[in-house]
């Protein structure tokens, strides 16, 4: 059940008791939202989590003002129901007939001309616009005031996404202007740019989250969020274009309207234009195709409109279309090819990342031979939330493969051909070791959601030549083997003239230059001295702190903190090695692993996903191998001592209340790399209390001991950070 404290009874709440419950609830039901919409594995059944929300939900009820920003209730309404209310459109949103070719275009419009009796000669105005690939969206104004956002969904039904849509830059809060029509709903298009769209997908792959084919799914994903401040994170826009329900229409044209909506403060297209004839508005699709590559969003044709609003009216509708606009497409960037092979490329984190070999095509001008196939569900057909491939299916060698390529967007398979499938065609299987260095590869599993992360990776950290570079610079970084004179520039250049290939290597440096025949004192930028301040510094280091070592090591989720919590606990790197090595990891969750593994995952500190990094890290050989070489060269000494020279050495210092800036564990860790004691209790002989926001009895304990108090800020600036 959930585990909120009963007895605090919201009628007899203060204030501050109030607002502290509010923030605890709102964290634990973001929680269970992440476990359920993003995790699809929830941890509490529908009724407790109702009770939750019905708790938060009633607090607010009582102590309005704690409804800010962030609130939950912001986000589904008032409903405490999972998922998307429904909103009926006042008025229906419509989609567009096409357009193929100049001939459908003068057919559209000698439809308009006998549809008004129009004389021959009668000009016909339009207004014409890029037709934005992103998703339609219908914002509510009452009184200026933006009060509901809804998606389009089946044109007379949409989803309510206000809470989201409030995040996006592009649309007021408030329309601009005087005298507003009471209800003003502003249609337009949320789309996200191309850059954007690279970048999230990056970020996504570096994650291990969900990636997105084309900017307008992801625009879609981004927006369908059950948590607003995910939306807020993904750069979205907004161009206004059309209108709902409008209780007074302001301007008689198209084009007077959309000015009148940049006026209200949207953005517009600015490609946009009036157009006299056939001619002109052939010549306005030709010269928006040519620019489509370069536009930095996606477009997938241009949208005529009759420019005068009562001719618009006049005409009305055909089933779900207006007789008055039609969407002229472009030629689809898409072609049909033949999936030769896919490449495992290794990526500087050693992440694998496949890639398509394609039989070369030509998509939208631009010959194609490689395609992004981001990871190995995505090749198996099971894209996160179904947004990755288009029918679901896996993708084999052999296959007959739709290519799209969106202006300078790398080209993706978007979908299958299976009616091509050759019989012999075999599902792919991704490799499970790194064909850089041999290493075996793996996919972390969450212990607690039992999910496995997208990303394959290689554990050969400290061998593999796809991540040499990184491992190198890493392990002569500063809270590393701090090696002066040995940073990012020399470990590439040493690295690609093979004279460093791994950390071992660097300590046989020396050695090897004096029976070398080009000597390094040879090479450009280096000289007698320098060499000798180089071979000084790295002897300098031959004798390492553990913790030193384990943090240079550069294992997965292995930082400076959780480097000093095992070197602390194992003491020498032999017994760490021994108990990594003998640690199994559970393959589920009732499995609780053998006596290593628990020894390991119950150290104070480490989880589950920072014990599987070690576990998989000495379970390569090849690893194990490096690090031998590495021990032949260098002395391992204890745990770093405390520091006696720093502002709070020697202090006792206790942290309350929620810290923002850092975990428990690094506040700690922090202090006790500093030479500060670090106690859970206040007392007189306590020197700092550190409070964080809802700081409780200890800070009263403070006040009654005269110890001095500090906020996060105050701690930082105390130890000079
Ligand atoms: S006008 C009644 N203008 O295209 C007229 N639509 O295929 C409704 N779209 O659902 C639409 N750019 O999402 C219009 N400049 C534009 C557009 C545009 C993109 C989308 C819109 C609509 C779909 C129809």
Wanted: aromatic fraction near 6%; charged fraction near 30%; hydrophobic fraction near 40%.
């Amino acid at each position: 059940m959930p585990r909120y404290d009963k007895s605090l009874d919201i009628d007899a709440m203060t204030p501050r008791q109030a607002k502290r419950e509010h923030t605890r609830l709102q964290a634990e039901i973001a929680e269970h939202d992440k476990r359920y919409y993003q995790d699809d594995a929830p941890t509490v059944s529908d009724a407790e989590y109702d009770a939750l929300r019905r708790r938060y939900n009633a607090i607010e009820q009582k102590f309005p003002d704690l409804v800010t920003q962030g609130s939950l209730s912001l986000t589904v309404g008032a409903a405490p129901a999972r998922g998307f209310a429904k909103v009926r459109h006042t008025v229906p949103m419509l989609s567009l007939d096409n357009a193929f070719s100049e001939e459908d275009v003068v057919d559209f419009v000698e439809r308009i001309r006998r549809f008004l009796k129009l004389a021959d000669d009668e000009p016909i105005t339009f207004l014409a616009e890029p037709k934005i690939d992103g998703l339609s969206m219908s914002l509510r104004y009452e009184d200026g005031e933006l009060v509901r956002a809804a998606t389009r969904g089946d044109g007379t039904e949409g989803e309510d996404v206000t809470a989201n849509i409030r995040t996006l830059k592009d649309v007021p809060q408030k329309l601009k202007g005087r005298n507003l029509p009471a209800v003003c709903e502003m249609r337009g298009e949320v789309y996200m740019k191309k850059a954007d769209f690279l970048a999230l997908n990056e970020r996504q792959t570096a994650a291990g989250g969900q990636v997105f084919a084309n900017p307008r799914n992801s625009a879609a994903g981004s927006l369908r969020q059950k948590d607003p401040a995910i939306t807020a994170s993904r750069p979205l826009h907004f161009f206004a274009y059309s209108w709902g329900e409008l209780t007074k229409v302001p301007e008689k044209t198209q084009s007077a309207m959309v000015a009148w909506m940049a006026a209200r403060g949207f953005d517009t297209n600015p490609l946009s234009k009036v157009c006299k004839s056939v001619k002109e508005l052939v010549a306005f699709h030709r010269s928006i195709g040519e620019r489509r590559a370069k536009l930095d969003y996606d477009i997938d044709g241009v949208v005529y409109k009759v420019d005068r609003l009562d001719w618009q009216e006049r005409l009305g509708f055909v089933s779900r279309s207006p007789r008055w606009a039609i969407a002229h497409k472009f030629a689809a960037e898409r072609a049909e090819t033949v999936l030769n092979g896919i490449d495992i490329q290794v990526g500087r984190t050693g992440a694998l990342t496949p890639v398509a070999k394609l039989e070369p095509v030509t998509v939208g001008g631009v010959v194609v031979q490689n395609a992004s196939l981001h990871n190995e569900d995505y090749i198996k057909g099971i894209g996160a939330s179904g947004e990755a491939i288009r029918n679901g299916t896996d993708i084999r060698i052999g296959d007959t493969v739709v290519i799209q390529r969106a202006g300078d967007v790398i080209p993706q398979i978007v979908d299958v051909v299976l009616d091509k499938r050759p019989k012999s065609a075999k599902p792919y299987h991704f490799p499970a070791v790194c064909p850089a260095c041999g290493s075996h590869a793996v996919r972390e599993i969450n212990l607690r959601t039992g999910k496995e992360d997208v990303v394959r990776r290689c554990t050969g950290g400290l061998i593999c030549p796809a991540q040499a570079v990184e491992r190198l610079r890493h392990f002569v970084a500063r809270d590393a083997f701090d090696i002066e004179g040995f940073g990012e520039k020399q470990a590439e250049a040493f690295y690609a003239d093979g004279l460093v290939m791994e950390p071992a290597d660097i300590f046989t440096l020396r050695q090897r230059d004096a029976r070398a025949s080009k000597k390094l004192a040879d090479r450009e930028g280096y000289g007698e001295t320098s060499v000798t301040n180089l071979f000084n510094a790295i002897d300098a280091r031959r004798k390492v702190p553990l913790n030193r070592l384990i943090y240079a090591l550069g294992i997965r989720h292995i930082g400076d903190i959780n480097a000093k919590i095992l070197a602390r606990h194992y003491g020498t790197i032999e017994a760490f090695e021994e108990a990594a090595t003998a640690a199994d990891v559970p393959t589920d969750r009732k499995d609780k692993g053998n006596d290593a593994w628990q020894e390991l995952n119950s150290i104070e500190g480490i989880g589950d996903v920072v014990a599987e990094a070690v576990v998989e890290f000495f379970n390569e050989k090849k690893n194990r191998a490096a690090l031998k070489r590495l021990l032949a060269e260098i002395e391992v000494e204890p745990m770093e001592e405390a520091r006696s020279d720093t502002p709070v050495a020697g202090k006792t210092v206790v942290f309350t209340g929620t810290l923002e800036k850092m975990t428990r564990d690094e506040a700690k860790a922090m202090a006790e790399r500093l030479g500060a004691k670090v106690s859970g209790s206040v007392s007189k002989k306590t020197d700092y209390v550190v409070a964080g926001p809802g700081a409780g009895s200890k800070l009263k304990d403070a006040q009654k001991h005269g110890v001095t108090v500090m906020d996060e800020d105050g701690w930082f600036k105390l130890i000079g950070r």
